[in-house]
């Protein structure tokens, strides 16, 4: 029988590198956007208060999923470390 917290982890685990993929690929469009603010700086007739403040609320979320890929990783390491000491 399949130790129940080695599943958990592996679950976890698997977990963790599906959000560090979403994370790249956030993280990429982010800079794309980044990109195109630095390439159209203000000007008459343009703004980039919009862009920027896009920017931010972008960033913003990519920090939390970044804060949420940490914390699985402290998680799986805390499973491991238990299940070692169990064992």
Do not use: C, H, W
Request: cysteine-free; overall charge negative.
């Amino acid at each position: 029988m399949a130790n129940p917290q080695l599943t958990a982890a592996s679950f976890l685990s698997r977990s963790v590198e599906d959000e560090q993929r979403r994370f790249a690929q956030e993280a990429e469009r982010l800079a794309e956007q980044a990109a195109r603010i630095a390439a159209n700086p203000p000007a008459i007739g343009r703004a980039a208060s919009g862009d920027l403040t896009r920017l931010i609320a972008e960033a913003t979320y990519l920090l939390k999923r970044a804060v949420t890929i940490e914390a699985g990783i402290e998680a799986v390491g805390l499973m491991s470390a238990e299940t070692a000491t169990t064992e």
